[in-house]
């Protein structure tokens, strides 16, 4: 008798879902609660519901909850990016940055600061962000032509990304103030320390209009483990996925990286990690691995917290050092898999 | 259901793969089209299965040209299996022969009808003791096994299959020709590509025999597989015979 597992999946993939979900919001609160001063959450809560202004009100209100959302809602686009663009390159070694919105999102940014706009207006940084993103997906889709293949929009976005790096660098290069030229460079590590709810605001409907275009092209993922052709066969419309995929990515990663600076490995890392539990189903590792990317980098921000150094840890160092060993174990591991 | 082609011409960098191929594909019936490496087979089952686009003629689905239904119903009425397909993670066996019924699909979930569709087509490829294993671990002709599964658990009308038994033991080969033979005979149009002349003359109702992009013979398999048209398109010589009633061929000489 054949035994189908269908039902059993399903039950893991959910009951994977709500372990995530339960430790998100445990080192949700735990963010609320960790950092150099120490905060009594009763108080602080009280106050805010009173409408008083007191320092642990100030410090939960203003430094640690938007510093918490970025971290859940950061991660979470990094990871579902990084799923989805392994699903549809087919690729484990796939990350968001590979389509240049990373570097793009970076040089909006840069442009902001080097104009001297985030001077006079504090959220022309993020905007600058994401309007690097889309400007660079409008390119890429331009350069890839109608019926762009995976392979055309893939070189596309690598050429997109190292113009971008070269402007970034030349912003560096030019700077006629070495501060800015500073304050460019720490942004560009990747760092939550200067979040607000503003911020948390101004990304929050890109960012859900990504995930959406995401995960609602999930299903034809799967199909796509067998090839493009095959796929095709299927009934996938090859055209319109990659662009809804390649948008999902721009608009969630792209207002990721205006806020936040670039926080590497992310999407690497977690989408790969975790494809074991899904039983290797590109579908079911979206969601699983925009919870794993929020868990990891509210870890990540807290650790940078605690980390006793003279300046701030950027949290983009830190996941580099983390995800570079991580990154050079895959790539071992493929070429054992190439060679066998 | 009944899939035609009128005056198909497929050019690729101006080179012409098909030339004016007029053909029927008939219900209920096996039909393989054969030819020489280079004739054209495949680029013609690519055709039939909208993967390669004719710049001259029309492809019909009882009656009424491809291009005027929609890319569901199409999946739905004509499943495709390539030239050694392929699956890119490590997914279960189930799984991937579930993927055959992503025409039906609105959401990620399968319901008793797709259920039952993939218990099928597992059964039916001798590979219901493998549907836990993941993909990657099983062999060549297990694989491959899956994969016709996976293109059967599609129930379509149409089944093409680019070489579909290439690399299965001769047991395995019987068995799928024969299922493949069974499956025609419940009114689904089965068109496969085959190189083995044997396995054709023994299972195929009709062959359409092609060389160079253009149709030489078309017809039952004694009709086409004639020793004239194996010298002129196949360059060889040929033996044949009869057992158990059956037509038998077996390539010998090349000329």
């Excluded at chain 1, 995930?211 to 993922?221: F, G, M, P, Q």
């Excluded at chain 1, 989408?271 to 868990?295: D, E, T, W």
């Excluded at chain 2, 010298?231 to 009869?242: A, C, H, K, L, P």
Aim: contains cysteine; hydrophobic residues 50%.
């Amino acid at each position: 008798m054949m035994s189908f597992t269908y039902l059993l999946e399903t039950k893991r993939e959910k009951r994977l879902v709500l372990f995530f979900l339960t430790v998100t919001i445990l080192l949700f609160f735990a963010s609320l609660l960790i950092g150099d001063t120490p905060l009594n959450i009763a108080p602080a809560l009280q106050a805010i519901f009173q409408g008083h202004h007191t320092i642990d009100q100030l410090i939960l209100q203003h430094i640690r909850l938007p510093r918490s959302l970025l971290a859940i809602i950061i991660g979470a686009s990094l990871g579902i990016a990084g799923a989805a663009l392994q699903g549809l390159l087919r690729n484990p070694l796939a990350e968001p940055g590979l389509i240049g919105v990373s570097a793009s999102a970076a040089l909006g940014a840069v442009i902001v600061f080097y104009s001297g706009l985030s001077l006079i207006f504090p959220l022309a940084l993020p905007l600058g962000g994401i309007t690097g993103a889309l400007l660079s997906v409008t390119m890429l889709f331009l350069l890839a032509g109608r019926n762009s293949s995976v392979l055309t929009l893939i070189l596309a976005g690598v050429a997109i990304s190292s113009l971008a790096g070269a402007l970034t660098a030349l912003a560096l290069n030019l700077s006629p103030n070495p501060y800015a030229s500073l304050e460019i460079f720490y942004w560009l590590m990747g760092s939550l320390s200067n979040a607000s709810l503003n911020h948390v605001w101004l990304i929050l409907v890109p960012t859900l209009l990504g995930w959406w275009l995401l995960i609602r092209s999930r299903a034809a993922l799967d199909v796509l483990s067998l090839g493009e052709e095959t796929a095709s066969t299927l009934g996938v419309n090859l055209s319109l996925l990659n662009k809804q995929l390649i948008l999902g990515v721009a608009l969630s990663v792209g207002a990721a990286v205006s806020v936040s600076g670039g926080i590497a490995f992310i999407g690497l890392i977690i989408p790969h990690l975790l494809r074991p539990f899904v039983a290797h189903r590109p579908s079911s590792l979206l969601i699983v691995s925009g919870l794993g990317g929020a868990a990891l980098l509210l870890i990540a921000d807290m650790t940078v917290r605690l980390v006793p150094t003279q300046q701030e840890l950027k949290i983009g160092v830190l996941t580099a050092l983390i995800g570079a060993p991580f990154f050079l174990r895959l790539i071992l591991s493929s070429r054992r898999e190439w060679l066998s | 259901m009944t899939l035609r082609t009128s005056k198909l011409i497929v050019k690729v960098n101006n080179s012409t793969l098909l030339n004016n191929i007029s053909v029927n594909f008939s219900a209920g019936k096996l039909t393989g089209i054969i030819g020489p490496n280079g004739a054209g087979k495949s680029t013609l089952l690519r055709t039939l299965a909208g993967l390669q686009t004719q710049q001259h003629g029309n492809i019909f689905l009882d009656d009424k040209p491809t291009h005027e239904i929609s890319k569901k119903t199409l999946a739905q009425t004509i499943s495709y299996l390539p030239q050694s397909p392929e699956c890119h993670w490590a997914l279960t066996v189930e799984r991937v022969v579930s993927l055959g019924r992503f025409p039906y699909q609105t959401g990620r979930h399968l319901n008793q009808k797709d259920i039952n569709a993939i218990k099928e087509a597992c059964y039916a490829t001798d590979i219901q003791h493998l549907v836990e294993r993941p993909i990657h671990q099983l062999s060549g002709g297990e694989k491959a096994r899956v994969m016709l599964a996976r293109a059967l658990a599609t129930q379509a009308d149409i089944l093409l299959a680019d070489e579909p038994i290439v690399s299965l033991d001769p047991r395995h080969q019987l068995e799928i020709m024969a299922l493949l033979q069974t499956i025609a005979r419940t009114g689904k149009t089965i068109v496969l590509v085959l190189h083995e002349l044997h396995f054709v003359m023994r299972y195929c109702d009709e062959l359409i025999l092609l060389d160079k992009g253009l149709k030489i013979d078309e017809g039952d398999p004694p009709s086409v597989l004639t020793p004239q048209n194996l010298r002129s398109v196949y360059g060889i010589d040929s033996i044949s015979g009869q057992h158990q009633n059956k037509n038998w061929l077996l390539p010998w000489n090349p000329l």
